[in-house]
């Protein structure tokens, strides 16, 4: 039994290892191919360990474009959407599960109806209303349409749904407003629900590349995914060196925002865990 169990367990770690090397591969080759020339780089593809190591990618990389204004631009959207759409997502969700109107159902299935509705169809209508009001070209254009998510609505709709309503029933008799409600019950017990709602949010932000390519046009305007298509060339002659070195780049940040803030965001999931 006990052979069988030791079995069992070193098949799984087997598994688990070979997972592991399959996920990291594509980060550890985007990372040595960024220090490669690019001969080296046709030369060798599979070769993942830079012979000669140069960071003259990088350097190119910075010479060519405003690579802090683009990160700094790129920062800003997936920030700003993501605090809009957990803002708006609270509210909303709030009004929707504690408040009684008319139509309320028909209305939340629209909302959430509207989660089916492919970005193709409404990509045109956003693109004509920015265009009247002049925000071609401002990241301001990228973040409006993207400020508002039924997604959100959805998952902390039913995250307030498990809150007890004796609660709210007690808070309201000791005469509490709603906005007391809010901000001392419902956000502390699920803060785990909005964290891993806002890691979401702010990872599908900052890799976006369809809308801004429609909305951003110069340099000084784009987000680091536009950067990258820079270096890709459909037609042949890509520099893969660059682009590896903008896609390092590009990853580099939210692993940096993850490891600064993993405390917070392991202990929210892990008290998720234990609710």
Known sequence: MKTRVGISNILWTIIFVLICIIW???????????????QDVYNNVLNIVPLNPTFSNYLTLFDRLPMLKIIMNTFTIATTVTVGKMVISFLAAYVFVYFDFKNKSTMYFMFIASIFIPFTVTM????????????????????????????G??????AMRNIPKSLIEVAKLENASHWQ????????????????????????????????SLILRSQESYTLPLALQMFISAEGG??????????????????VLYLIFQKYIIGTFTSAGIK
Not at 125 to 143: C, R, T, W
Not at 153 to 158: E, T
Not at 193 to 204: E, L, M
């Open 24 to 38: 990291l591969f594509p980060i550890v080759f985007a990372i040595g191919t960024s220090f490669r020339p690019l």
């Open 153 to 158: 609505i959805l998952l902390l709709n039913q």
């Open 124 to 151: 045109v209508p956003n693109y004509l209303m920015l265009s009247d009001i002049n925000l071609n070209d401002n990241i301001m254009g990228v973040i409006f349409p993207q400020i508002a998510d039924a997604t």
């Open 181 to 212: 409600i809010m901000r001392d019950i419902i956000l502390p017990m699920i803060k785990s629900q909005i964290t891993s709602s806002g890691i979401w949010f702010f990872v599908n932000s900052w890799n976006e590349f369809v809308w801004p």
């Open 238 to 255: 890509t520099n893969f060196s660059v682009a590896m070195a903008v896609s390092v780049v590009t990853m580099s940040i939210p692993l």
